[in-house]
């Protein structure tokens, strides 16, 4: 069955520093998310990206993040200036609509660690 | 706004008895509800999902889901419980109007005691 595969698995990162996640959804996918779970907490969104472009945030998800599909397969989220309360995992997740019924199949997850 | 809430930390189950992990919903209009769960250092695994119809969902490993919309309770259940399911639930709901942002309750840990 066609997964979603996230690199790395573990991220240490010195606070202030810039961190790229990397996904690489399901091929005929077409809907990408990126959710994080914070140690012990829920896991809660933030932001879905279709088209080329952000199709929903979160409040969360300002202006120090950000998400790209450089090439054909790749996803990637941006964290620009990292701090503290940045350590989380970070998931991955696609799907085939994202309206209707289709549901989001996640990655294994980045774990970031902010030093 | 959409929340769900699952009053249960952990539930603790003997293996072969039935299980259940509650979940209760709020979303205004229709609602997609799913299960997800995770196991130690793993991503979310799809289980089950409530769309439309029937309101007993069956999805994968022998889980079960009942969709009560008065009580607004998406209750995932399982008839036998087995060690191999002690892991993390997750439900989560998702608005059908269009709005791709799914919710996740805080999850509900369940042990499965041999």
């Known amino acids: 069955e066609p997964e979603v595969t996230q690199t790395p698995s573990h991220q240490v990162t010195q606070m202030g520093q810039e961190v790229i996640l990397r996904c690489v959804p399901i091929?005929?996918?077409?809907?990408f998310y990126w959710y994080r779970q914070i140690l012990g907490q829920k896991v809660e969104f933030l932001v879905s990206f279709y088209n080329n472009e952000i199709s929903e945030k979160s409040e969360i998800f300002d202006d120090q993040f950000s998400v790209e599909r450089p090439d054909g397969s790749n996803f990637t989220l941006k964290i620009r200036s990292t701090k503290l309360e940045d350590s989380a995992m970070y998931f991955c997740?696609?799907?085939?609509?994202?309206?209707?019924?289709?549901?989001?199949?996640f990655g294994d997850g980045t774990r970031l660690s902010i030093l | 706004a959409q929340s769900v809430a699952q009053p249960e930390d952990q539930v603790n189950v003997a293996e072969g008895n039935p299980l259940t992990v509650k979940c209760t919903y709020s979303v205004s209009g229709n609602p997609y509800l799913f299960w997800y769960v995770q196991y130690p250092n793993r991503g979310l695994q799809f289980l089950l999902k409530y769309i439309t119809g029937d309101n007993l969902v069956k999805g994968s490993y022998g889980f079960e889901a009942e969709f009560n919309k008065s009580q607004t309770s998406f209750h995932l259940k399982k008839p036998s419980a087995l060690v191999s399911d002690s892991a993390l639930y997750f439900c989560?709901?998702?608005?059908?109007?269009?709005?791709?942002?799914?919710?996740f309750g805080t999850g509900t840990k369940l042990q499965v005691i041999p």
């Open positions: 091929s005929n996918h077409l809907y």
């Open positions: 989560a709901v998702r608005h059908s109007g269009g709005y791709q942002k799914v919710t």
């Open positions: 997740a696609s799907s085939y609509e994202g309206i209707g019924n289709q549901p989001q199949h």
